[in-house]
């Protein structure tokens, strides 16, 4: 067991969070916000490795939905957190001996931390992705073999839904309008399941991760070492099938945005020169899918890339990018528990309309400072 | 109790729910063949008075949800029936003991008579508006305390959501959207109440009523006499507060549909002689809710107006009116319960957008035949 009592502790999880969160998964600030609070207020985070569970006990996730922007703009109410918990047991007939997220990358790292430590529930060190995705069914959770849905949802105003859907992409459709329908953004339990299946399905150490990667850019900064230097340090762990690397450095040359569907769709340009053309690509659908280097793809989705600002190693969301900035991407393989073949039909490549088979980081690139 | 048990009644019964429907409440159509098949399997629809209920029954309303367009494509489902009524007694706790409607016009008329016929659960005499009106809120168990949800909804794939919402009209959000992301028709369960709620609230003998306005209307056909003078007769009851009028008689000039903001809008206009400006007409948001007469109203929403054929008075739906047919217009007000003050903040004039006040068919038309 882990306990995260300090601020800087929040502040950092929140740091790596947003990296994790690969450009989208939503600003972790409110919800940072709620936990520094329930520090001041005398309570702490409870966070346990999956392994500590018994195999039966009933572990459920909890996750904010809504556009991010609404997100933004929400106090996490603990009334709503806590009645959702409540509803959640009487519903599934359990009580609820731990949380998980189902998203560590943005702002549902830090939900299931903020009902968790106000309830007193600990959180399973991992969740269903490593990383950021805008579906219910793109998770290690679904993928192999437990549903998000028999879910609950709650709002503010305690409007109360109960979803038991057929498969999570029905789940998904039927959650994300019901969302929409009050107008605002929602708070879910999702993926009820045993101690056994949080040790099998989850991507493991992930509040851990972002705890370490946060502290590794501060601390960088603070002994004005090279911040991406140290993070790769960090994350390269090729016995573990995790591989990282810069894949870039340079200055945005061109970003565009646009909303339709309902996801984020743009694309960032970056040069390493000046005047020439661009030589670098990012493509984003809420996430930053696929990097490439004179049109050749150095890394594509489940592996993550992320953008940091290059002084400051700060990790950038998508609407942080703009004109002028100086930026360094990074490409980091996901855990190999997301790039099986089963994994990749939900979310590999095609399934966002990218036409590659996947390869990995460690196959497509080298790092570029070498 | 009653007992409908042959294939007349039920065609009796459906062109009398499209008279109720004025103009919309969608095509009765697959809940009638859904109804007969019922019988010609042994099976038949027990029809009851409130007041033979015990006030503490548990009594339960069965709606389809969905565009008409969609319902009328739409087979009704055994197994998604009897599933709906099992979820349902699960989840509210209870065994249901009878069965009523929310909106006696159109469509769901059939629904509560179809599962009552299949499962051996009596329907009340009755329904929560004694016309169609789109809105879960729009009902007279709802104005009058008897809220729309908790609600359990069902589509044929076996997916199953439960609504607890602070509001009907919030609910109705949420259901529409609901059924919205399962792209296509689902069934619901709404507004459970006590047997005393049920005798309290309803628009009373709105079955019955049916089955007359249908009968009434073949036996005039048959007999060649004046159908409308037939029905006429039936409706009108001053003692009990119902009046009804022959409101025009003419052919169809002109008709304006559109779709807007899930709204079907139109407006028809109707002209006696020829070649002269159209003397009358009557505006659509889904039903027919406001009749004029050279510009002066003559029956408003709550007050039924119904258009029916000139020759066989078979009534017409919205989508059924076309240019040259010679249509005559009835107006009929509503039952006394739906024209109180509580019930007109909910389902009067101005919540269509028409800018003016309630006023009973009696005091501002004559009969045109007179």
């Known amino acids: 067991m882990q306990t995260i009592a300090t601020d800087l502790d929040i502040k950092d999880m929140a740091r790596g969070a947003v990296f994790l969160g690969t450009g989208g998964g939503g600003d972790p600030y409110v919800g940072e916000l709620y936990l520094r609070r329930q520090l001041v207020e005398g309570r702490s985070a409870q966070i346990i490795k999956a392994d500590e569970l018994p195999d039966d006990a009933f572990v459920i996730s909890i996750a904010g ?85 028999p879910c609950v949802l709650l709002d503010d105003s305690g409007n109360a839904t109960y979803v038991h859907a057929t498969t999570d992409r029905i ?29 099998d399905l989850a991507v493991r150490d992930t509040i851990s991760q972002t705890l370490e990667i946060g502290r590794r850019i501060r601390h960088a900064r603070e002994s004005q070492s090279d911040p991406v230097e140290d993070l790769l340090v960090l994350l390269n762990d090729p016995a573990a099938g995790r591989h990282a690397r810069q894949l870039f450095m340079g ?95 939900v979310f590999g490549p095609r399934m966002f309309g990218i036409e590659e088979d996947f390869r990995g980081i460690e196959e497509l690139s080298t790092d570029s400072r070498l």
């Open 251 to 345: 200055r945005i040359v061109d970003v565009r945005h646009e909303t339709r569907d309902g996801w984020h769709w743009g694309e960032v340009l970056i040069n390493s020169g000046r005047g020439d053309e661009p030589e670098f690509s990012v493509e984003i659908q809420n996430e930053y899918l696929v990097a490439r280097h004179r049109g050749r793809t150095v890394t594509v989705v489940p592996d993550l890339i992320s953008v940091l600002d290059a002084e400051s190693a700060e990790p950038l969301t998508a609407e942080m990018l703009s004109y002028g900035q100086r930026v360094r991407v990074i490409g980091y393989s996901a855990a190999p528990i997301m790039r099986r073949p089963e994994a990749l039909r």
């Open 65 to 149: 939905v809504g556009a991010p922007t609404v997100i933004v703009e929400h106090l996490v109410s603990t009334r709503t957190l806590l009645r959702l918990l409540e509803m959640s047991e009487k519903y599934y007939g359990r009580k609820v001996d731990a949380l998980i997220s189902a998203e560590i990358g943005g702002a549902n790292s830090m939900f299931p931390l903020a009902l968790g430590a106000r309830a007193g529930v600990p959180v399973i060190d991992g969740d269903g992705m490593g990383r950021a995705f805008p579906h219910l069914e793109m998770t290690t959770f679904s993928v192999y073999g437990c549903a998000a849905s």
């Open 171 to 199: 789940a998904e459709n039927m959650v994300r309008s019901v969302c929409a329908s009050l107008g605002s953004m929602i708070y879910g339990a999702f993926y009820p399941m045993s101690g056994r299946q949080a040790k």
